[in-house]
């Protein structure tokens, strides 16, 4: 609502009328009590073939983005009402399901559209250098892919003999 009330979102449609929403990302700081949470709703202008991005925490405002993908971005379905608390709860319930260690750091939430269906896609950071991964459907309110990995195992482990010789 509070986007959609915006004059820099009025603004933005008049210019852009073409404009839809393709992702909406959500930051949810566990580790300073919120403070840094963060909300970002991502518009595709096909016209342009680039994305712009409205960041709304206290204020609203627009920001360009950079774009590094040929693909075009889905539209996302403006039709949901839903607590981002809720799914936060699902995660911690599977992660005591599944004995993750480790306390939530961050969690970020990026809604997408996928195959014609609409997902949170999350990222979890833990307090122990590990990695969440979850995708969860809108459609059936369920984590349908839920991993864990470290930090190391994101590192690319280079030997010392596969490094390229100095000169």
């Known amino acids: 609502e509070k986007l ?3 004059q820099a979102y009025k603004d933005f449609m008049e210019k852009n009328p073409k404009a839809y929403l393709c992702s909406c990302l959500f930051i949810l700081d566990r580790e300073h009590s919120g403070k840094d949470n963060k ?8 016209e342009k073939k ?5 960041r709304v925490d206290g204020k609203v405002e627009f920001m360009d983005v950079e774009h590094f993908e040929k693909k075009v971005f889905e539209k996302v379905s403006t039709d949901y009402t839903f607590d981002i608390e809720h799914f936060e709860e699902m995660i911690f319930k599977k992660m005591s399901e599944e004995k993750v260690n480790g306390r939530i750091q961050k969690l970020l939430f ?58």
Do not use: C
């Not at 991964?133 to 003999?161: G, T, Y």
């Open 39 to 46: 909300i970002h709703f991502d518009f595709w202008l096909p």
């Open 50 to 54: 680039k994305m712009a991005s409205f």
């Open 110 to 167: 990026s809604l997408q559209r996928l195959d014609g269906k609409d997902f949170l896609i999350m990222t979890g950071f833990l307090s122990n250098l590990g990695l969440l991964k979850a995708n969860i459907s809108l459609e059936e309110d369920k984590i349908i892919l839920f991993e864990k990995k470290s930090f190391f195992d994101m590192m690319r482990v280079v030997k010392k003999k596969d490094l390229p010789k100095k000169d």
């Open 4 to 6: 959609a009330y915006s």
